[in-house]
C-alpha cells in the first residue's frame, strides 16, 4: 500500500463528488454492474455491487456471473489508481486532477475465484501497491454480505 509522508488522509468533497460522478454515471459499464463507491480514501477504495438478476450467471443457484466479479474488480483496481493520482497531486485544484484520469486503462488483470459468489450484494475494496510514472500496481478484493473473502485480484494500469 502506498503511503507518503505528505499523502492526504482525506480529498475535499469536491474531489470526491466529481471523481464518484465520473465512476458510477459518466462509466456506463458501472451503471450496469451498479457499483457504487462506499468509501473513497487516498490508500483504499471501497464499493458495493447489490445482487440483481441480470448478473446471475448460474440461475440454478442465482450465482454472480464471474465476468461481474472480473469487471468489478478491474474497475475498483482503476478507481484505486485514480485516488492514489489524485492524492499525488493535492497541490492542483480538484477539477484539474479529474483531467488526469483520460489516459489510464488496463495492461493486465489476474483474478483468483475462492468461493461461489452467492450473496444479496457484495462489497469490493483495491489498494494501490506502487503508482510509478507510467505503471500502477493494485490488489483487489471481491467479498459477500457475510465478509467472506470470495475472489481476489491484482492488476496494472497504464497513467500516462
Do not use: C, W
Not at 469487471?71 to 492542483?92: P, W
Amino acid at each position: 500500500m502506498i503511503k507518503h509522508a505528505n499523502a492526504p488522509s482525506e480529498f475535499e468533497p469536491e474531489f470526491i463528488i466529481g471523481l464518484k460522478t465520473l465512476f458510477e454515471e459518466r462509466i456506463a459499464f458501472n451503471q450496469v454492474l451498479g457499483l457504487k463507491i462506499t468509501s473513497l480514501r487516498p490508500d483504499q477504495v471501497l464499493a458495493r455491487i447489490d445482487m440483481k438478476p441480470e448478473l446471475v450467471g448460474h440461475f440454478t443457484h442465482n450465482r454472480l456471473h464471474g465476468g461481474v466479479i472480473s469487471a468489478g474488480l478491474d474497475a475498483i483496481g482503476g478507481l484505486a489508481v485514480m485516488a492514489a493520482i489524485g492524492a499525488r497531486h493535492m497541490d492542483e485544484p480538484p477539477a484539474q486532477r479529474l483531467q488526469r484520469f483520460g489516459k489510464l486503462g488496463t495492461i493486465d488483470l489476474r483474478i483468483d475465484y475462492l468461493r461461489p459468489g452467492i450473496s444479496d450484494h457484495f462489497e469490493l475494496r483495491a489498494q494501490v501497491m506502487r503508482l510509478g510514472s507510467r505503471v500502477a500496481s493494485t490488489r483487489m478484493e471481491f467479498l459477500g454480505a457475510d465478509g467472506k473473502l470470495l475472489s481476489t485480484g491484482v492488476a496494472a494500469y497504464i497513467v500516462s
